[in-house]
């Protein structure tokens, strides 16, 4: 066993079905499609034999869930999106890795469980993700809920877990972070050709990330994502967890070659296909301004604490 | 042609709990029962509805969420198994649902001569949620009515909570006027519970009745001060204390269930019949229904 994972690369991907269903109704779309296309092809140049996805479009109440389903078969439809087509799917998942995953939650103080039920509907995102960039399932993959309620130390530490679990197996992976940056639609239905992002601010805010990503500085978007959620993540759940859990997943520094291969308008969402290799030489700016957290305890309670 | 009515609108929370309890043929999992309050609850109104003369169940449900206006079902009938995403271990239900597209029709229409954002959904793959099935199967579980099932827009999310009531009743009020132009006697259903905030662990047999009680008592204070409006017939009031409740108690009223189902029946001014109330992984579920028919109604509980 490994101390240190072997993170091949991480990606960090939208998850609009729009790339996947309809890359030819909008020039914005079939960018981002190709920018999948080359992604998949760097996945298959890799000598990567796990894909693990963390994806924000699959929400959980009960702790952390993980899909363990060995062959998952389904034809899932967006809520929003139906009317681009369905997704049917059939996916290959590493069960051991997911129990070991589970395992290494539990051992940190989470509460988490393994999902492996036929029928079960893989998220758009995750669909997405998988159809694109490993259409033949040519490695497993596994995937990993994003609960509704978790804030910071409970994200980080199930970033940790994840690394536990993949050390412990000796697997080399590709992070798979599936979000998006800004992430308020139009209200309305468009002409795709009209697609554009939902406003001048989200737009910038978004080119700043991206700055960030492009230089490889994720640790500090992860210290930024309370600010990112306040500015441009509409108040769906209670903050912008995808960097904190990705920078957590991926060894919490800014060592990595950060490259933007796409940048575009979802329905007025900020969609970015961007990739992260970690760096041999040089370091980045650090910032390590908050608490990192080892052992998940629950959240503090400011009520029992500072009684005299 | 005689004018349509809402014969009976119902507050039918949907905890997949519920379906899993009650061990139907169509559900996979085999549970050892509980949260027989809301059972018993639900088993009380079902026989109800069997007494009342009704052509179709219009639900909006908070599971079925859409950003991008509000959609309707639009095909004749889904078959499929509806897999819950968050409880996979309660419900894997087999279900085969009939659709009364035409009722579907009249109401997306009305919404969008109203300048409400609309879309009819004609996937046959779509998976129908779990919010429109546990709520339909434990009114009628006998499936033997055609549903309409319309989704719920995201905007408390997008703006506010007085963005969504303002929004809902408006869509109420639009499905009120397809309704009358049809008339089919409908019977409405905001599919949600009350207070909403969960535990985020559960027990090895989620069925132990001893782990359940309410998130907080916060929460149970809300409920219970909402359900005593609806006791009094004070529903333009309840509408009017949402968004606060919401806010304080992440209530699931948030998706515009009940805003809509009021407004379409003209913000009853009478008592609500109260079938029962229970916790389930913490949240807060009151089952009531409004009979605008004062010689049915009744005081249940
Ligand atoms: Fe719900």
Request: contains cysteine; aromatic residues 8%; hydrophobic residues 40%.
């Amino acid at each position: 066993m490994s101390e240190e994972p072997e993170i091949v690369l991480g990606l960090y991907v939208p998850p609009h079905p729009q790339p996947l269903l309809a890359p030819e109704q909008n020039e914005g779309w079939s960018r981002l499609r190709e920018a999948f296309d080359t992604c998949r092809q760097r996945i298959e140049e890799s000598d990567a034999d796990l894909m693990l996805i963390y994806s924000t479009t699959w929400p959980s109440i009960v702790g952390h869930q993980i899909q363990a389903h060995p062959k998952p078969v389904f034809t899932h439809v967006d809520d929003d999106f139906h009317f681009l087509g369905s997704m049917p799917y059939e996916f290959h998942m590493d069960e051991e890795y997911a129990e070991c995953y589970r395992e290494a939650c539990e051992a940190r103080g989470l509460h988490a469980r393994t999902v492996a039920y036929d029928g079960f509907p893989i998220d758009t995102g995750s669909v997405v993700a998988l159809k694109l960039l490993n259409p033949d399932n040519r490695i497993p993959a596994c995937i990993v809920s994003s609960n509704v309620y978790s804030n910071r130390a409970e994200q980080i530490v199930l970033g940790k877990a994840a690394r536990d679990a993949m050390s412990k197996l000796g697997k080399k992976v590709v992070i798979v972070v599936v979000a998006s940056l800004s992430n308020r639609m139009f209200t309305e239905h468009i002409d795709p050709a009209d697609d554009r992002i939902h406003s001048a601010k989200d737009d910038e805010w978004n080119r700043k990330i991206l700055e960030f990503f492009g230089n490889g500085r994720l640790e500090d978007i992860s210290q930024l994502s309370r600010d990112i959620q306040g500015q441009i993540r509409v108040s769906k759940v209670v903050a912008y967890k995808p960097a904190w859990w990705m920078a957590a997943t991926m060894g919490q520094h800014n060592n990595y070659d950060g490259e933007v291969l796409a940048y575009e308008a979802l329905h007025g969402a900020g969609g970015a296909v961007i990739q992260l290799t970690p760096a041999k030489g040089g370091v980045g700016d650090k910032e390590f301004d908050e608490d990192d957290v080892e052992f998940y305890h629950g959240d503090r309670s400011v009520l029992d604490k500072g009684m005299l | 042609m005689v004018k349509g009515e809402v014969v009976l609108g119902c507050l039918a929370p949907h905890p997949p709990h519920v379906v899993y309890a009650e061990n139907p043929e169509q559900n996979e999992p085999f549970s050892e029962g509980g949260w027989e309050a809301l059972r018993w609850g639900y088993h009380s109104l079902a026989r109800k509805l069997k007494d009342i003369d009704y052509d179709c169940i219009v639900v909006l449900t908070p599971h079925w969420q859409t950003y991008v206006g509000t959609h309707f079902l639009g095909l004749e009938r889904f078959q499929n198994i509806s897999v819950d995403p968050i409880f996979p271990n309660l419900f894997r239900f087999n279900h085969d649902i009939t659709v009364d597209v035409e009722m579907a029709e009249a109401m997306h229409d009305a919404a969008a001569e109203a300048g409400i954002i609309t879309k009819m959904m004609r996937n046959p793959d779509f998976r129908v949620d779990y919010g429109t099935i546990v709520s339909c199967h434990m009114l009628n579980p006998d499936w033997d009515k055609p549903i309409v099932t319309i989704s719920s827009n995201r905007s408390t999310h997008y703006y506010s909570n007085e963005v969504m009531n303002e929004q809902a009743t408006a869509l109420g009020d639009a499905v009120m006027k397809a309704i009358e132009a049809s008339g089919k006697k409908v019977v409405l259903v905001a599919s949600h519970s009350l207070s909403h905030r969960h535990f985020v662990t559960e027990a090895p047999l989620p069925e132990d009745m001893s782990r359940e009680h309410i998130y907080n008592h916060s929460q149970y204070v809300w409920d219970m001060k909402l359900i005593d409006m609806m006791r009094r017939g004070e529903m333009q009031e309840v509408i009017d204390v949402l968004p606060e409740m919401i806010e304080q108690t992440m209530a699931e009223a948030e998706g515009g269930g009940l805003t809509w189902m009021m407004a379409a029946m003209g913000m009853p001014d009478y008592p609500a019949e109260i079938y029962g109330y229970q916790s389930v992984i913490g949240t807060g579920n009151a089952i009531a229904a409004w009979d605008p028919n004062e010689s049915t109604r009744q005081l249940v509980l």
